[in-house]
């Protein structure tokens, strides 16, 4: 069965450090999202890709995080420096299209200290 | 802007019996779609089921139904013969269908215990 797939599983990194996450999405699903969760809260949307161009990264904190999605296939997402306030579930979502349901991958768990 | 409310942080069932959990959202888009998935200890998020704001019945997945109360803005999850393996997080979510950005709005959630 076709998934979504994340990685690393879980990441522990120190406070300023640079840490990277990637995400491989359905084959043939042009839609990507990258979506942060805080651990008791619903997850909230970071970054919005139609194909290899972003469509939403309003909420993205564009002073350290930066993600990509070169050729329109699998992403990368980056925070530099990683601060404190970024422990969270980043989870990774794709979808056929725009109105498609979102098919999540299991997520990364990042601990920063 | 959008707003998904669950008002039940936790609700607990008795195997084998139904469960409502509730969700109650705020849009000014006239078409928009609304989604309940289950999280989970893993992590990840699973599609449970999808009801559109046109759809004129409810929508049904196996043990799963949502009773879809447009004139109240209430999207709420029935599980029928509830199972061990039910207990997770649910999410319920919506997403405004129209051109440009269309995010799912995610709710806080509930977290569902299933007692043997």
């Known amino acids: 069965e076709a998934e979504v797939a994340q990685s690393p599983r879980y990441k522990i990194t120190e406070k300023s450090q640079a840490v990277a996450f990637w995400c491989d999405p359905i084959?043939?699903?042009?839609?990507l999202y990258w979506y942060r969760q805080i651990l008791g809260q619903g997850p909230e949307l970071l970054v919005q890709?139609?194909?290899?161009?972003?469509?939403?990264d309003s909420q993205l904190p564009k002073d350290r995080f930066s993600a990509e999605r070169l050729k329109g296939v699998d992403s990368t997402l980056k925070i530099q420096p990683a601060e404190l306030g970024d422990s969270a579930m980043y989870l990774c979502?794709?979808?056929?299209?725009?109105?498609?349901?979102?098919?999540f991958g299991q997520g990364t768990r990042l601990t920063v200290v | 802007a959008q707003k998904i409310t669950q008002t039940q942080p936790g609700m607990f069932v008795q195997e084998k019996e139904a469960v409502t959990l509730d969700c109650t959202y705020d849009t000014s888009d006239q078409s928009y779609g609304l989604f309940w998935y289950k999280q989970p200890s893993s992590g990840e998020m699973i599609f449970l089921i999808y009801?559109?704001?046109?759809?004129?019945q409810n929508a049904t997945e196996g043990r799963y139904s949502l009773n879809f109360q447009k004139a109240r803005k209430s999207a709420n999850l029935v599980i029928s013969a509830s199972q061990l393996g039910d207990s997770a997080m649910y999410f319920c979510?919506?997403?405004?269908?129209?051109?440009?950005?269309?995010?799912?709005?995610f709710g806080t959630g509930t977290r569902l215990t299933v007692i043997p």
């Open positions: 084959s043939g699903h042009a839609t």
């Open positions: 009801q559109g704001s046109y759809d004129e």
């Open positions: 979510a919506m997403r405004p269908t129209k051109t440009g950005a269309n995010n799912l709005f």
């Open positions: 979502a794709s979808s056929l299209s725009r109105q498609g349901e979102a098919f």
């Open positions: 890709f139609q194909d290899e161009s972003v469509v939403d």
